[in-house]
């Protein structure tokens, strides 16, 4: 069983920065992929970032390549979301997400935590 909680969201100006948070708790984390996703109000549920277990290799999306940054600390059961230059477009609740498969797709992330709110004003 793994738990995630993330954190860090918050309200910010077009331009500016924000740093997301996604601890884990759970022995087995250090074996699992992470995802992040976010999703705006009437829109579907979309792909930010991935991440595999040792954190050699990622993947972003076309929107927020060279924006966002994914990252993660094994030791310390987390994975960072950095994410410059921010847009209004990226306001969205941010979740992350882990599983064993390293993948674009929402639907092979098993464990989700609950979202934190990123809001960009203009």
């Known amino acids: 069983q793994v738990q995630l909680v993330e954190s860090g969201g918050g309200l910010v100006q077009a331009g500016g920065s924000l740093r997301l948070s996604c601890a884990a708790s759970?022995?087995?984390?250090?074996?699992?992929?992470v995802g992040w996703f976010r999703q705006a109000p009437g829109k579907e549920r979309e792909f930010i970032a991935t991440i595999n277990w040792s954190g050699g290799d990622t993947v972003a999306a076309g929107s927020v390549r060279g924006r966002f940054t994914i990252s993660r600390d094994v030791a310390k059961n987390t994975v960072i979301l950095q994410m410059n230059s921010l847009k209004p477009e990226d306001t969205a609740v941010y979740y992350c997400?882990?599983?064993?498969?390293?993948?674009?797709?929402?639907?092979?992330?098993?464990?989700w935590g609950q979202g934190t709110q990123v809001t960009v004003s203009s």
């Open positions: 759970g022995r087995t984390f250090s074996s699992y992929a």
């Open positions: 997400a882990a599983g064993r498969m390293y993948s674009t797709s929402w639907n092979q992330y098993v464990y």
